[in-house]
Antibody, heavy 120, light 112 residues
């Protein structure tokens, strides 16, 4: 079955960096787009970044452009989100999520999430 | 960005009774291929979201048939024919037509 397991969350100070990872299994990773979606405490869902199935293109939400970088390794079935210059407003649970298709067909599976807290 | 709105934002329900949630998009989600790129998700308390409906009206694998999605263009509806206790949580609509993917604010469903 499809499994997405996030890791790398934690508590950091403003301006610091974190690298989130997502280990995928149970499906043909190289055939699906992948996304990161976040949820601030008590708030709704916000898409953060997405990668095409082959890693040829990535897209970012405006507030993270230039600070976050998405990458994937289709041989190791892993997705990463490098987060630099973190801000208090980046505090959220970050979900790794699988696209239904090659990129923009919507999300079908979600991981359990990893919590990122940015606080001084 | 495509703005997504939902109504109501809070929905008390009675088990066994029907329920409906409306979702509206700021522009048409109907692509030239004839599909509406609108999905519905349920996030139960303390859990990750789960896909209920994709492409506007297709039920995801394992989703009970009491859930149905309808609509086209900019107006969509999620219906629960007979609410069960396990249906409580927050329901989100999401558009996947354009990047950035955007979500509605969520509709919190709980038992009266």
């Amino acid at each position: 079955q499809v499994q997405l397991v996030e890791s790398g969350g934690g508590v950091v100070q403003p301006g610091e960096s974190l690298r989130l990872s997502c280990a995928a299994s149970g499906f043909a990773f190289s055939s699906h787009g992948m996304h990161w979606v976040r949820q601030a405490p008590g708030k709704g869902l916000q898409w953060v970044a997405g990668s095409w199935f082959d890693g040829s293109n990535e897209n970012y939400e405006d507030s993270v452009k230039g600070r976050f970088t998405l990458s994937r390794d289709n041989f190791k079935y892993t997705l990463h989100l490098q987060m630099n210059s973190l801000r208090a407003e980046d505090t959220a649970t970050y979900y790794c999520a699988r696209d239904i298709g090659s990129y923009s067909e919507g999300i079908d599976y979600w991981g359990q999430g990893t919590l990122v807290t940015v606080s001084s | 960005d495509i703005v997504m709105t939902q109504s109501p934002l809070s929905l008390p329900v009675t088990p066994g009774e029907p329920a409906a949630i409306s979702c509206r998009s700021g522009q048409s989600l109907l692509q030239s291929n004839g599909y509406n790129y609108l999905n519905w998700y349920l996030q139960r308390p303390g859990q990750s979201p789960q896909l209920l409906i994709y492409l506007g009206s297709s039920r995801a694998s394992g989703v009970p048939d009491r859930f149905s999605g309808s609509g086209s263009g900019t107006d969509f509806t999620l219906k629960i024919s007979r609410v069960e206790a396990e249906d409580v949580g927050v329901y989100y609509c999401m558009q996947a037509l354009q990047t950035p993917i955007t979500f509605g604010p969520g509709t919190k469903v709980d038992i009266k």
